[in-house]
């Protein structure tokens, strides 16, 4: 999709075409998602004469707290432009946004690999099996750390390097910081991350919610 955003940019179609494309995108992948789920499970049928209203009780209270969750992380990450834009200057936020991109790549690979352990989680707290849910939440965070210092390292000794390359020198100078400020004190939430999997995983996660809208 970014390649195909790219090339729509490219050819002075501009921001319409990009957006337009990225909404084309989500929805062709969205089909392309149902059709593998029905070709996984072709026995698999909907019905509104099989919905349960206690069923549909709990969805709406776990994903309730998942939507709170998703608000807050979007105030935590994407309202940063607003502030810099409005206090310090339009210019200012480009200087911020590419520092800021590379560490939410960097997050959100730690991310994908900690998602496994939720329904691990979930599993295990279905067995009431509380020495197992411990060690698997070690693992979780070992696993996170294993991951999120090397890549913390990595931004910060090839960064500016990384920066000048992709979108040149005077970048590099002004966006190297705000990357390193960034960076490092994202690793040790990310060393977490198997902790907020584990209260998706046993559907805790509403005080979660709570804490991320606090901050």
């Known amino acids: 999709r970014r390649s195909v955003e790219k090339g729509g940019n490219v050819m002075g179609k501009g921001i319409v075409a990009v957006g337009t ?14 059709y593998a789920a029905f070709r996984v499970c072709p026995n698999l049928r909907i019905s509104w004469a ?28 994407q309202s940063d432009a607003v502030v810099i834009g409005s206090f ?15 560490v939410a790549y960097g997050t959100d690979t730690v991310q994908a690999m900690a998602q496994v352990f939720t ?7 279905a067995l009431q099996d509380r ?11 070992r696993s996170s750390s294993m991951i ?11 960064g500016r390097a990384f ?32 902790s907020t999997k584990l209260l998706y995983g046993i559907g805790k996660h509403r005080t979660l919610a709570l804490v991320l809208l606090a901050e």
């Open 50 to 77: 099989d919905a349960e209203w206690s069923t549909l009780r709990i969805l709406l209270s776990f994903g309730g707290a998942v939507f709170l969750i998703t608000i807050a992380q979007q105030l935590r990450f």
């Open 21 to 34: 494309i990225t909404i084309v995108t989500g929805i062709l992948a969205s089909l392309f998602m149902t």
């Open 148 to 158: 999120a210092f090397p890549l913390t390292v990595g931004l910060v000794l090839g």
């Open 88 to 102: 310090i200057s339009v210019g200012a936020v480009g200087v911020f946004a590419i520092g800021a991109k590379l």
């Open 131 to 141: 020495d197992e849910l411990r060690r698997t939440l070690i693992l979780g965070n």
């Open 119 to 125: 329904p691990i989680f979930s599993h295990l707290e």
């Open 163 to 194: 920066i000048r390359a992709w979108v040149g020198n005077s970048y590099a100078t002004t966006s190297y910081p705000v990357l390193v400020v960034l960076a490092i004190p994202t690793m040790f939430y990310l060393a977490q991350a198997g």
